[in-house]
């Protein structure tokens, strides 16, 4: 943790100087590429030591796949290699190390990569070996035209702003951050002249880096003060069980899941704030004509507390995670997208029991859920205190129900994770049961995964 901490701080301090010194206007794509790199590649090794070895293996095997591969497979080889690599390095957590956590856990890098790995030859696939009218409009968006060099593709995997704790980027923004073209694609988006501007403006993301970086600090002081008295563990204690009712409990998963939360706050928005002190992140403007640093953020925190919904928590939750397995499974599957996507959820997080108990349960809530909304939210959204009322209870019952459903996340293990189940009876699972068996189905067309041509003509001809 000490060596985490230390090299994401080198690493702020490298992406200032990286920023200012090495510029596209000051260095080639080539330089800034090789110093990214390079440097990228020293955080690694002082990280994790040996273990290191394993990210460079993966990204060599899969850069002889990228290129030997045939262009209608190289999606699948790909996603084979690299989650089969990462689920053998899981297993050896957990079968090897007995549920520890190693001192040097260089599985969160492997994560990031194989993230990374999966999404370019995703793209690969999309830009090279279909058809655009056989894509959606972000496929064609992000589709890579042609396979990377060398130095490109450990660029991309392994640069020093993300090797730590990512986040992962699609591979055309990053080359764009590389060559000076990112901040500039942003801003023609934006007709400067009717907003009284005569040339394009310079943004900053000073401003956004300082923000993050008091985020930071702020969850720092909370994890370091709120997890040791709040330990999930406490919640079943034989004694904690005995003296307590139900509600009692239930306040108190709210209140240990909460404690758990500010060190994923600090790990995220930290290396947010890296990258767009590198000058990576921009996401245009919005409305107000402010400048968005957001493009790589892992999480709106203010969305997340505030969540009324089970969907809406899981949007602001690791967003880059949830754009992954979107891109890589929901959008691409042609069957159960829902149940698949929450399963690749569970592998690439690693093979603990209390990771599939928890996305199992994730299922069966989001589809409970689904359901309540698409029956019952149309008759609370008018007059506006009926409104407020359905809003408190959805904001009650959504953070009850995520924290009932990631308790066992961090319990890990069989026997913990159905001592707490039993301690709560069971009861988010039977009521969402009842809620599938009870509301009617009103399924999803999942028609946005369809590609944009398609749409129009479906249009048309109903027209």
Not at 247 to 259: E, F, H, M, N
Request: charged share 15%; aromatic share 16%.
């Amino acid at each position: 943790q000490i060596n985490f901490v230390a090299c994401q701080l080198f690493a702020l301090l490298a992406a200032f100087w990286f920023r200012v010194y090495l510029s596209p206007s000051h260095a080639s794509s080539a330089v800034r590429h090789a110093f990214a790199t390079l440097f990228g590649i020293y955080f690694a090794v002082f990280c994790f030591g040996w273990y290191s070895i394993h990210l460079f293996v993966l990204v060599m095997m899969n850069y002889g796949i990228m290129n030997m591969a045939s262009i209608p497979n190289i999606h699948r080889y790909s996603f084979v290699v690299a989650m089969g690599y990462l689920t053998l390095c899981h297993i050896s957590r957990i079968y090897i190390f007995h549920y520890g956590i190693l001192t040097t856990d260089f599985s969160g890098p492997l994560m990031i990569i194989t993230q990374k790995i999966t999404t370019l030859a995703c793209q690969l696939h999309d830009g090279i070996g279909r058809q655009a009218e056989e894509l959606t409009a972000e496929q064609n968006r992000l589709a890579v035209k042609t396979r990377p060099s060398l130095l490109e593709y450990l660029s991309y995997l392994l640069n020093f702003m993300s090797i730590i704790a990512g986040p992962c980027s699609n591979y055309k923004d990053y080359i764009a951050f590389i060559e000076g073209r990112h901040v500039h694609m942003k801003l023609l988006e934006v007709n400067w002249k009717q907003k009284g501007y005569d040339r394009l403006p310079d943004p900053s993301p000073t401003g956004a880096v300082m923000y993050k970086l008091c985020i930071t600090l702020i969850s720092l002081i909370l994890f370091l003060t709120l997890t040791k008295n709040f330990p999930m563990a406490y919640i079943i204690d034989n004694e904690f069980l005995e003296k307590t009712s139900f509600l009692s409990r239930l306040g108190y998963l709210y209140v240990v899941t909460q404690a758990a939360k500010p060190k994923y706050y600090f790990a995220w928005t930290l290396a947010d704030a890296i990258n767009n002190a590198a000058g990576y992140g921009f996401s245009g403007v919005d409305e107000k004509g402010v400048f968005r640093w957001d493009l790589l953020s892992n999480l709106n925190i203010w969305n997340i507390e505030t969540a009324t919904s089970f969907k809406m928590y899981l949007e602001n939750w690791n967003i880059q995670t949830a754009a992954w397995l979107k891109r890589v499974c929901y959008d691409r599957v042609p069957w159960y997208p829902t149940a698949l996507t929450f399963i690749l959820s569970a592998l690439w997080h690693g093979i603990y029991p209390g990771y599939y108990f928890t996305f199992l349960t994730g299922i069966l809530i989001t589809l409970a859920a689904r359901a309540i909304r698409n029956n019952c939210r149309h008759y609370f959204l008018a007059p506006v205190p009926l409104k407020v009322v359905y809003d408190i209870v959805t904001w009650l019952v959504t953070q009850l129900a995520v924290c009932y459903t990631v308790a066992p996340f961090v319990m890990l293990a069989v026997e913990p994770t159905i001592k707490f189940y039993k301690s709560m009876y069971f009861h988010m699972h039977i009521l969402s049961i009842l809620v599938l068996l009870v509301l009617p189905a009103r399924p999803q067309t999942h028609a946005v995964r369809r590609p944009q041509n398609q749409v129009t003509q479906n249009s048309i001809k109903n027209k």
